[in-house]
């Protein structure tokens, strides 16, 4: 089936598209109450013009770039919607992680994509940021023998990305590389014929894609060849597509294709990991383990990449714990693993107060009075059982303060 693309630019009124196999963009202006725009799209990416350090155009530039660069580069994928919107021409929007929460829940988008250009006596700076509107698929969930829940979220669901240095060259070229997505050719490299451009509010199909190149077709008949991707050529943009290829690989598992995300976020350690702090490349790391979880391969290495990246944070523990239940020959016969487990669990309780590590630690604690691992042989059966549901009820006790303390 041929995938619909619209381009249209949009401030009041909407787009409804309901194609599972629609892949679909859309410019429009940021609004906090505005309409959500492509109802009907089920995956959806929201591109928020950047904040520039004056009055010039970079950042809607280089949203639009970011916006098609998506859109010619997305797969695995059905259904699929990119959102780009513009700062308001009289008064811009602040873009504070609670406009960006409301902004991305109002369009019903998994991602928001936004950043902001800034400069010193020498140098202008490009940081982008990611915030994955929260989603069950991120997290894990599961139960030992049948009664003992385990649970998993993510560490953080906003991406700090590393800055890039840009020349000011660069930065006046932005436009034109625009443009460049947006002009026609006859055959899919730049010594093509131009025979057209892609106006505002063409409608065109997708044919085939031949590397950074689409063939579409338009309502009259005619094909032709855009270049959607245009990043990988501009060598000092390149590291920008860090955000396109972590944007596909979070939104391929959310759509479910595990095989698709794990190559994705594989493909973004490996290519712009070492760039990126020990929160991205943790998170990376997290997913990439539930990807491949959730297509029925072991995700310990993965997770325990992700625990030494934050050795004090509670969600990479939480998710081992889960990995280890499911794979219980690592744990349920191995006391030095099992005890091992306990201390980080214990580590991430006393680090964060974390509920999750409360209920995880009752939980192992449970499953270890019928499995009789942590036990090392230094206390008799009826020892250790004691010992360990005097554990459970001091968790309960640290779970009501923790929620007390809360409000909850």
């Known amino acids: 089936m041929k995938k619909l693309v619209v381009i249209r630019r949009l401030v009041l009124g909407c787009l409804c598209l309901t194609s599972f196999d629609t892949v679909a963009g859309i410019r429009g202006v940021i609004q906090l109450d505005g309409p959500a725009l492509l109802p009907g799209v089920k995956h959806k990416i929201v591109v928020l013009e950047y904040d520039n350090p004056g009055s010039g155009t970079w950042g809607k530039d280089i949203s639009q770039i970011l916006a098609h660069e998506v859109l010619g580069t997305v797969s695995g994928i059905s259904g699929v919607g990119i959102i780009n919107l513009e700062q308001p021409e009289y008064k811009r929007v602040d873009l504070s992680s609670e406009n960006i929460q409301q902004i991305g829940t109002k369009q019903e988008a998994s991602i928001v994509i936004w950043g902001e250009f800034y400069s010193d006596s020498v ?7 990611l915030r994955v509107i929260p989603q069950s698929e991120l997290s894990l969930s599961a139960s030992g023998l049948g009664a003992y829940p385990m649970n998993a979220t993510p560490p953080t669901f906003q991406i700090d990305f590393a800055p890039i240095t840009v020349s000011i060259e660069t930065l006046n070229n932005l436009s034109s590389y625009f443009n460049q997505t ?8 730049g010594n093509g014929k131009t025979i057209g451009t892609l106006p505002v509010g063409a409608a065109y199909y997708l044919l085939q894609k031949e590397g950074e190149w689409t063939r579409i077709q338009v309502r009259n008949g005619s094909t032709g060849w855009v270049r959607l991707s245009t990043l990988g050529a501009q060598k000092e943009l390149k590291e920008v597509q860090s955000v396109v290829t972590l944007s596909q690989g979070i939104l391929q598992l959310l759509a479910g294709n595990f095989r698709a995300s794990e190559q994705s976020l594989k493909s973004y350690l490996d290519l712009f990991g070492n760039n990126q702090d020990n929160m991205n490349r943790s998170f990376a790391y997290l997913l990439l383990g539930t990807a491949k979880l959730r297509n029925y391969e072991n995700p310990l290495t993965e997770f325990e990449k992700a625990a030494n990246l934050l050795p004090n944070h509670a969600s990479p523990i939480n998710y081992l714990a889960i990995a280890y239940l499911l794979e219980p020959e690592d744990i349920f016969y191995d006391v030095v693993k099992a005890q091992e487990l306990e201390r980080r669990l214990i ?4 680090s964060q107060n974390n509920l999750e590590s409360i209920q995880n630690l009752q939980s192992f604690y449970s499953i270890a009075l019928y499995r009789g691992m942590l036990n090392d042989g230094s206390l008799s059966h009826e020892e250790f059982t004691a010992r360990l ?20």
């Open 123 to 129: 140098n202008v700076f490009l940081h982008s940021r």
């Open 182 to 189: 947006t002009t026609i050719k006859d055959a899919p490299h």
């Open 347 to 350: 580590l991430g309780i006393k």
């Open 389 to 408: 549901h005097q554990r459970i009820s001091l968790l309960n006790e640290i779970k009501e303060k923790v929620n007390e303390s809360r409000g909850y």
